[in-house]
């Protein structure tokens, strides 16, 4: 575990104090637990999820143009195409 110097001001100083007694953990472990809720900066892999979901935006065409109002619909039309046999079975 490396050791770190760190200037706050004056009213982070309180705020982490009180998290930290409300939360009943060291101020340390506060920081620690914050950075670790931190969100990436630069992670490569989900950068590559984004761009491969962005590829796809206006891709298709469903030929409907009231899917953002009546998606429920349209997904519950489109379960109900899936269907099964009698018993329920697919």
Do not use: C, F
């Not at 982490?16 to 950075?35: D, E, F, G, P, Y």
């Not at 469903?62 to 046999?85: C, F, R």
């Amino acid at each position: 575990m490396y050791r770190m110097v760190v200037s706050l001001s004056d009213s982070q100083q309180q705020k982490l104090r009180r998290v930290a007694a409300a939360h009943r953990v060291s101020m340390a472990a506060t920081i620690r637990n914050a950075i670790d809720h931190l969100p990436d900066v630069a992670d490569p892999e989900r950068e590559e999820l984004v761009r491969r979901a962005l590829e796809v935006v206006g891709k298709y065409r469903s030929g409907v143009s009231d899917v953002s109002v009546n998606h429920d619909e349209h997904l519950a039309e489109i379960y109900m195409d899936w269907g099964g046999d009698e018993d329920g079975e697919a």
